[in-house]
Nanobody, 119 residues
Framework: QVQLVESGGGLRQAGGSLRLSCVVS????????MGWYRQAPGKQREMVAT???????NYGDSVKGRFTIARDNAKNTVYLQMDSLKSEDTATYYC?????????????WGQGTQVIVSS
């Protein structure tokens, strides 16, 4: 069974930094596309950052230049380094994993970790 476990959320002041981690178990991590999404109260879930199995990255417009996604295949872990935090970054952050199958793929989600940025 594939499991995603996030950690690293918390409370920070605006301008500060946080690093989120997500450890994946139950599949071959290096084949996965990985990413982070977030959902603020009353808003839809949005893409924050993704990283392909080939290390190509993609970022949401609101976090470009401030957040960095990285993966460590040896540790089955994906990271999200969040710098220059803003109050609008306050949300629950979810780790996402897309596992390739023979002719399709399957998505998995973590349970979420909360980030609160005070202004």
């Amino acid at each position: 069974q594939v499991q995603l476990v996030e950690s690293g959320g918390g409370l920070r002041q605006a301008g500060g930094s946080l690093r989120l981690s997500c450890v994946v178990s139950g599949n071959t991590f290096r084949f996965n596309a990985m990413g982070w999404y977030r959902q603020a109260p009353g808003k839809q879930r949005e893409m924050v950052a993704t990283i392909s199995r080939g290390d190509s990255t993609n970022y949401g417009d609101s976090v470009k230049g401030r957040f960095t996604i990285a993966r460590d295949n040896a540790k089955n872990t994906v990271y999200l380094q969040m710098d220059s935090l803003k109050s609008e970054d306050t949300a629950t952050y979810y780790c996402w994993c897309r596992t390739p199958l023979i002719s399709s793929s399957r998505d998995y989600w973590g349970q979420g970790t909360q980030v609160i940025v005070s202004s």
